[in-house]
């Protein structure tokens, strides 16, 4: 589905519209600059014995997939595909919050909880 087309996203516009122009688009670009730039693994290996989950976006244009794959591989994490793109939690909430769930669900078991 398009996001141009998704009614939730519709049914969110306005919202949607309010967060996006909240901060200055400088500070936006800068923020995704520095994000960009972090890079996390050497420290994800730490993180191991530690149950986790990851929701891959396969079609992500802000974070690439293979990007998403790798964190989750160094975690040994649960890999929860959708095939959306980084803006799947507006998009598609359901599927978002369905995949998070399940996530949690694995993450609890695994954890003993």
């Known amino acids: 589905m ?3 087309t998704s009614p939730d996203l519709a049914a969110r516009w306005s919202w949607f519209h309010t967060e996006l122009t909240r901060a200055p688009v400088t500070g936006v670009f800068t923020m995704g600059r520095a994000v960009g730039r972090y890079d996390l ?3 994800v290996a730490a993180l191991r014995r530690t149950p986790a989950a990851v929701v891959l976006t396969t079609q ?3 974070c690439a997939p293979r990007s998403q794959r790798q964190l989750a591989d160094q975690l040994g994490a649960r890999v929860l595909e959708l095939p959306d793109d980084h803006d ?3 998009v598609r909430p359901a599927a978002f919050a369905t995949a998070v769930l399940t996530g949690i669900a694995d ?3 695994r954890a003993g909880r």
Request: no cysteine; net charge positive.
């Open 60 to 62: 992500d244009t802000v």
């Open 88 to 90: 799947v939690p507006i």
């Open 41 to 43: 693994r050497d420290r």
């Open 2 to 4: 398009s996001r141009r």
């Open 107 to 109: 993450v609890r078991a």
